[in-house]
């Protein structure tokens, strides 16, 4: 179909299906590789105190890269390459839900909130557990305890297989928290996921040619508040205001945000 730009839009009954998994997966491992470093010293920032360990961005990259070398920089990777299952999920569910949504509206905004929305619904829920298993590997520093888990025998990770060291993270994890832990967060991820992508969709469309950068600028700055209090819930469990953080959700972090006053910044850099 086209829009009222006359932009021609792809839908599922377009696509050449085995091009588009294999492609897909390749050029989002390829991104992922080029880009993870920067997802790690993100969730770093967001989860540390004020400015206790980094003072942003560029000292995050240099202070691990001269710790860990450039393998800290991609601690907790092969998890979260898992991921990739989760994102065909999501283009799956996006371009069907699209399909569904056509036969009872045509406006494209419409089919893009909604698709979004729930394709996001779904990834989210293949996510979360991997996010959190991965995270805690991103809180791997050497020598020191950054998270509420530390990986057993060699904290510099010499000797021990990467998968050995998920292992033990997940042992941690079903120890202290049981199944429940494995979706630490989960309803903060959904209020952050599925509006960023039930907005990103439209505005995609929307901005046209350079849609791809500013649909993700503008959906990254409306939900990155909501993105911070998501890593910090999957991350700390003593989050709380009386109640058990990791049950009611993501909404119960206001007033603990508001009493800790710049203990973290929510735009941290």
Not at 13 to 28: C, I, P, R, S
Not at 77 to 96: A, D, H, K, P, R
Not at 156 to 162: D, K, L, S
Not at 249 to 267: C, D, M, T, W, Y
């Amino acid at each position: 179909m086209e829009d009222k730009r006359n932009i021609q839009i792809i839908e599922w009954e377009h696509l050449d299906k085995k091009k588009f998994y294999v492609f897909g997966v390749a050029m989002t491992m390829m991104i992922r590789v080029s880009v993870y470093p920067f997802t790690l010293i993100r969730t770093r920032l967001q989860v540390q105190k004020g400015k206790s360990l980094y003072h942003g961005t560029f000292d995050a990259f240099i202070k691990i890269l001269r710790a860990d070398g450039v393998s800290g920089l991609y601690r907790g990777f092969l998890v979260n390459t898992f991921t990739l299952i989760s994102g065909q999920c999501y283009v799956t569910t996006y371009e069907l839900t699209r399909k569904f949504v056509s036969d009872y509206s045509q406006s494209n905004t419409v089919k893009s909130l909604v698709a979004g929305g729930s394709a996001s619904l779904v990834a989210q829920s293949i996510t979360v557990p991997i996010d959190v298993v991965s995270q805690h590997l991103m809180m791997q520093r050497k020598g020191e305890k950054m998270g509420r888990f530390q990986v057993h025998g060699n904290p510099e990770g010499q000797g021990v297989i990467a998968f050995g060291q998920t292992k033990d993270i997940i042992r941690q994890i079903l120890r202290a928290d049981g199944l429940r832990g494995f979706y630490r967060g989960y309803v903060a991820s959904l209020l952050t996921y599925i509006p960023n992508s039930a907005v990103w969709w439209p505005f995609y469309h929307f901005y046209a040619a350079v849609s791809g950068p500013l649909a993700a600028a503008t959906a990254s700055i409306l939900t990155n508040p909501m993105d911070v209090i998501r890593t910090r819930v999957q991350w700390d469990c003593s989050l709380n205001s009386g109640l058990y953080i990791c049950k009611a959700g993501a909404l119960l972090l206001e007033p603990h945000i508001q009493s800790r006053k710049g203990n973290f910044n929510v735009f941290h850099a």
